[in-house]
């Protein structure tokens, strides 16, 4: 891989027709979403290699000698750890991203990230310090979190910051296609080491993709660190040096986005629950093997790198409500069929529904989540804003697949309530948006959130 800026492919570049936006700095754009994409690629990478050995090797390492049930509900349930602690430090990052600016902090979070995930490929098992081997586990965990908290809503504001007003969708779209990709790349290192002896895949060879996350601090500080702030966030800079703490704003004239944003960021369950829960429950239930489950994963990612992007354009087209609800619309009926398919244990209709699952449905939600959660915030507060109503939204996110663990029932069709959870999660995400989400994709970048800032939720 190589770590110079990168342009997007030529047939996702946004048409030529729409109106050139007053602001210079398209190539700035270009870089902005090149090293979003790549940074966050990097990122996630990291965060969900978690999610795949919660699902296949923790429970074996860290919760040994109890019910496998319940080991499964415990390994889940530490994913949740890193949810936790996401609003505090959401709050935090955000703070000072919104008052040092942008760049910095998201080279303290790719820092973090990348020592804590090293770190946890060097734990040893219970076996060996006994408790103190789950505990030091949530404890990296909740530093994985604490780092992902300021990934996604930084890397989406300076990208939308540097963009053209016209193509904001499209240019932030290649940050959570960045997060797809370290899905794709999460999984396709676990299946390289699920080949190992099962002796050798649980004694050191689960270890090997979280120590080289090395490798992902090194790559992402040298592309994060030729990135410029953009004229947005400096021209609010300046306005704003002598203004209240950005938080203090946040939730004095901004608690009804949050609540909003709470209650739309539940599409992002999807997620956990198709890589994590999905993995175990497939693999554990009905035997499916798990390269073939693994498989799954990196073909959904595959083609959610080429089509999230797509969903951008539309979004800049037509708007980001109708793409956003109909992606979640599909993604509630597609719960009910992935799940039905992997009862059934037949391979290519896992892939199939999958396909629908994450690439269709998710694919069109997914790019445009972070970017419609950035756009309710005025940029003086935006990081702040968006990071810490982002981040309490994505609580029940982090305690889906644990959640999920707790309600699947036995036998053939006990997959419906973790189906039916997931949906739900969806439609309501689809109704807040339909009812109190407002339309933004004619809005100047300078004029997002101005009537929020008047003092009246946006």
Not at 106 to 131: N, Q
Not at 216 to 236: H, K, M, N, T
Request: glycine share 10%; net charge positive; hydrophobic share 55%.
């Amino acid at each position: 891989m190589t770590a110079g800026p990168i342009v997007p492919p030529s047939p996702l570049t946004p048409p030529a027709e729409q109106a050139p936006d007053s602001r210079e700095g398209t190539t700035h754009a270009r870089r902005a979403a090149a090293a979003s994409f790549i940074g966050s690629t990097l990122e996630y990478y990291d965060f969900f290699i978690y999610g795949s050995a919660s699902a296949l090797i923790f429970n074996k390492i860290f919760f040994p000698g109890i019910d496998p049930a319940l080991g499964t509900i415990l390994s889940m349930a530490t994913i949740g750890i890193g949810y936790v602690v996401r609003p505090l430090a959401a709050s935090v990052i955000g703070h000072f991203g919104d008052r040092l600016g942008r760049r910095q902090m998201l080279v303290l979070t790719l820092v973090v990230m990348g020592v804590a995930t090293f770190l946890i490929g060097c734990l040893p098992p219970a076996a060996a310090i006994g408790a103190a081997a789950p505990v030091l586990l949530v404890v990296l965990r909740a530093l994985q979190g604490a780092s992902a908290a300021g990934e996604s809503v930084g890397a989406v504001t300076m990208t939308m910051e540097h963009a053209p007003s016209n193509k904001r969708a499209f240019y932030s779209s290649w940050v959570n296609t960045g997060a797809v990709a370290g899905i794709m790349l999460a999984s396709l290192a676990f299946l390289a080491v699920s080949l190992l002896p099962q002796e050798d895949l649980l004694s050191w060879g689960w270890r090997l993709p979280f120590l080289a996350s090395i490798l992902v601090v090194a790559v992402g500080l040298y592309i994060r660190l030729r990135l410029p702030e953009s004229e947005v966030f400096e021209a609010a800079k300046e306005e704003g040096a002598s203004q209240e703490l950005p938080l203090k704003v946040v939730l004095r004239d901004h608690w009804r986005t949050i609540v909003k944003v709470i209650f739309f960021g539940l599409w992002s369950v999807v997620s956990s629950v198709f890589a994590a829960f999905g993995l175990a429950y497939a693999t554990g239930k009905f035997g499916v093997p798990s390269a073939a489950m693994l498989g799954v994963t990196i073909a959904t990612a595959a083609l959610g790198i080429i089509a999230q992007p797509y969903a951008g354009i539309l979004a800049d087209r037509i708007g980001r409500k109708p793409v956003f609800i109909t992606g979640n619309i599909i993604c509630a009926v597609a719960a009910f069929a992935y799940f039905w398919s992997i009862s059934t244990a037949v391979v290519p209709l896992i892939f199939a529904s999958g396909i629908l699952f994450m690439t269709v449905g998710y694919g069109m939600v997914n790019p445009l989540g972070p970017a419609m959660t950035a756009e309710m915030f005025p940029t003086r507060i935006r990081y702040t804003g968006a990071a810490t109503a982002s981040q309490l939204g994505l609580v029940v996110t982090g305690f889906a697949p644990a959640i999920a663990a707790a309600i699947v029932q036995p036998g053939p069709v006990g997959w419906v309530p973790v189906a039916a959870f997931t949906a739900a999660c969806c439609l309501v995400s689809a109704a807040v948006t339909a009812i109190w989400v407002k339309e933004t994709y004619q809005v100047p970048t300078e004029a997002l959130g101005a009537k929020a800032s008047a003092g009246t939720s946006a």
